[in-house]
């Protein structure tokens, strides 16, 4: 079983930036390629970046490409989503995802992720 915590959210004006982070706990996390995943209001959840298990190989939203980094730290069990040049049609909540040992190109597909953190939401004013 894996848990995940997220932190990092909060209200920011249009142009500025949040980093988000990401606690997993189980033994799997350094052999998991880990997810962000964002639900705005009435919208269903949408995929934004994830991050191979090595850490190498990053892949994007096109929504977000060039605003948004994540990168992981192995050894800390965290992963982070570097948000910048917020726009309000970021508002929403983020949740942070793991998935099961499996090929990088399955999760590129689209396969989901098996494990999910709380969320934390992110705000952005214009």
Same mark, same amino acid.
Request: hydrophobic fraction near 35%.
């Given at each position: ?16 930036? @949040? =980093? @988000? ?9 350094? =052999? ?19 991050? =191979? ?13 060039? =605003? ?59």
């Amino acid at each position: 079983q894996v848990q995940l915590v997220e932190a990092g959210g909060g209200l920011v004006q249009a142009g500025g930036s @949040l =980093r @988000l982070s990401c606690v997993a706990s189980g033994s799997t996390f350094n =052999r998991s390629a880990m997810g962000w995943f964002r639900q705005a209001p009435g919208k269903e959840r949408e995929f934004v970046a994830a991050i =191979r298990w090595n850490g190498f190989v990053t892949y994007y939203a096109d929504s977000v490409k060039g =605003r948004f980094t994540t990168s992981r730290d192995n050894a800390k069990n965290t992963v982070f989503l570097q948000m910048n040049s917020l726009k309000p049609e970021d508002t929403a909540v983020y949740y942070c995802a793991a998935y099961r040992p499996q090929s990088w190109s399955a999760v590129v597909r689209g396969t989901l992720p098996d494990y999910w953190g709380q969320g934390t939401q992110v705000t952005v004013s214009p």
